[in-house]
């Protein structure tokens, strides 16, 4: 790999542009098997720089220095003053709602610039995505307005403020902590971001999952209404929340696709071992042994014993071994850059850890038991629990990151298959960059070396068990003329309209291609999408539909995920066997089903 230029396989991308898909994404597949992306090293060297200057170190700059706990460097002095807990939490939440945290960079789509966020909120015009515009008063639409940007602005503004203004001090700290110098921050400061953010969360729900709320917002309401050891002990639970309610999501058969190509875009980890996530790379891409043993005992597994260790224990040394392994765990995690690149998040919730059960243990009057009321822990359970409960089982209602089922590979997912020259006309739509094409070309890239590194996020969801149902969805729906089509990911496109994604379908289904359509008005066969939702936990369907821009929705059906962990990301098999259960009377066209029928022209 090589440092300032990326790598790309071994073909004419000319010619390699001609081929049938299929073939190009067993190309672009086993080339990622062995190196990822193919991106220059200077670009993981900017990731770093990025993480290590901007922020981890300008966070610690500003916390420190806003804090009276000492310099920089001081770090025995500050480690464990709940104040850069409270600050380092805001300033993380400040950073993604900017758009400069995770999902930043080439790894998501944003070439030149390397982010959307801020550049689409601040802009009237633009489009936003209510989440129950039908229900909530005053949300409907879909155009950004004045009032949405001035309210994404006063959230900034109210989370700057809360960071650089010192802290107080409580009763109730003092008395749990005497040796605390930098006091609190102000609940109101918690209160009034938290609140904004619930606001505009209503009128667009795009700005409010990049801030991470389902995450930042239940601590800024616990530190803005609990005293000092009940605020600890919540802020446990938020945290053993996410962990164990990302493990939960891992039992299934889709998070064992999902390590292998994480794995494989990690761009200091030796090629060898990348292949050892494979059966036999590059003719058979299903997941080793080893790939499951990574993905279920070193991650699932972990993942769910080791916080619930960390909640309960009293003992001190069982407690900072736990809490080692957790530590260990984001650092891995943050070493393999996954594609939507959540490094700060990994190295937040790294520290946490430590400051929370490391610094503030249960055996030293922290613990469940130590709450004030205790008869109030259910109850804070219980709606800490909502979303990850409903999310699992009605995925369709909730977003997968209040589920809490971060990378789990059971994600809501699409693809989009564009006409000849028709991905052109995305440039008509009200938004402050070009389409991913003309950003490559303005970084120097030929126009097929463009094309080439595109695809190469095709070949990624193929390899996801996900993408093999879409794929099958895309061939059996299309036939032969999907060969012509420009197929791009779903995700990379949200990037490309709304500003921001972070793998959640729900931000470019229906809704966003319908806010699309009233745009740029596609004429029938234009602009296809094939969009699937999460699998339920406790059943082993997946729930899909074709969408037509021009025509709506014109199929909708289902399929088995067993059909998808045997196939390989070109499908030499041909589709997957698909139960279609609707199709449009009207709209949709002549092609077999799996069960041998003929639809109807």
């Avoid at 500003?62 to 002095?77: A, P």
């Avoid at 594609?339 to 009057?365: K, M, Q, R, S, T």
Wanted: aromatic share 12%.
């Amino acid at each position: 790999m090589a440092f300032k230029t990326p790598v790309f396989p071994a073909v004419d991308p000319e010619e390699f542009l001609q081929r049938p898909f299929f073939e190009r994404v067993k190309v672009l597949s086993a080339f990622w098997a062995q190196n990822g992306f193919g991106s220059p090293r200077v670009l993981h060297l900017l990731y770093i720089l990025k993480l290590v200057g901007l922020s981890t170190i300008g966070g610690l700059l500003v916390v420190t220095t806003t804090s009276e706990i000492g310099g920089l460097l001081d770090v025995r002095q500050w480690w464990d003053e709940p104040i850069v807990y409270q600050k380092l939490v805001l300033w993380v939440a400040l950073l993604e709602v900017v758009g400069v945290g995770g999902a930043w960079g080439p790894l998501t789509g944003h070439f030149k610039p390397m982010y959307g966020g801020a550049r689409y909120w601040l802009r009237p015009g633009t489009i936003r995505l209510p989440p129950w515009p039908r229900v909530v008063p005053l949300t409907r639409g879909d155009q950004r307005g004045v009032v949405d940007a001035l309210l994404y602005a006063a959230i900034l503004v109210s989370l700057a403020v809360a960071i650089v203004l010192p802290g107080a001090g409580t009763d109730a700290l003092l008395a749990a902590r005497p040796d605390v110098t930098g006091g609190l921050v102000r609940p109101v400061l918690f209160a009034v971001p938290a609140v904004l953010l619930a606001l505009l969360g209503l009128r667009d729900k795009v700005p409010f999952l990049a801030a991470r709320g389902e995450q930042y917002v239940p601590v800024m309401v616990v530190c803005a209404t609990l005293d000092f050891t009940d605020m600890i002990i919540a802020a446990k639970l938020i945290i053993v929340t996410v962990w164990v309610g990302a493990a939960v999501s891992k039992f299934t058969r889709h998070f064992s696709f999902v390590v292998p190509p994480m794995a494989s875009n990690a761009p200091f980890t030796p090629r060898a071992m990348r292949l050892w996530h494979y059966k036999n790379p590059p003719e058979d891409l299903r997941p080793s042994g080893f790939a499951h043993f990574m993905a279920h005992v070193m991650g699932t597994l972990a993942e769910f014993v080791v916080p619930l260790v960390l909640l309960f224990s009293t003992n001190r040394e069982l407690t900072l071994v736990a809490v080692v392994c957790m530590v260990f765990f984001h650092l891995f995690i943050t070493s393999t850059f996954p594609l939507a690149v959540p490094l700060e998040w990994n190295i937040l919730f790294a520290y946490i850890g430590i400051f929370l059960f490391a610094g503030h243990p249960a055996g030293e009057g922290y613990g469940l038991l130590d709450f004030s009321e205790p008869w109030m822990l259910p109850m804070i359970a219980s709606a800490l629990l909502f979303f990850p409960v409903l999310g699992n089982l009605r995925p369709d209602l909730v977003s997968f990151l209040p589920s809490m089922r971060q990378y789990a590979g059971n994600w809501a997912s699409a693809v989009w298959a564009l006409a000849p020259g028709v991905e052109e006309r995305l440039n008509e739509l009200p938004i402050p960059v070009q389409t991913h094409n003309r950003q490559l070309q303005a970084l120097g890239y030929p126009a097929p070396m463009a094309e080439m590194a595109m695809q190469m996020f095709i070949a990624w969801r193929s390899m996801h068990s996900q993408g093999k149902g879409l794929l099958s969805v895309a061939r059996a729906y299309l036939g032969d003329d999907l060969d012509t089509y420009t197929v791009r990911e779903g995700e990379v496109g949200a990037n490309l309209v709304v500003g921001w994604n972070f793998g959640d379908g729900h931000l470019h289904d229906d809704q966003l291609i319908e806010a699309i359509q009233r745009r740029l008005h596609f004429a029938p066969g234009e602009f296809v999408v094939f969009w699937v939702e999460s699998q339920p936990i406790h059943r082993p369907l997946q729930q899909y539909f074709v969408m037509d821009a021009a025509l709506g929705i014109v199929e909708r059906g289902r399929w088995d995920v067993r059909d998808l962990v045997d196939q390989q990301p070109w499908l030499p098999n041909g589709p997957i066997p698909l139960e279609v259960t609707w199709r449009h009377p009207e709209h949709h066209p002549a092609y077999p089903t799996a069960s041998g029928e003929e639809a109807l022209a």
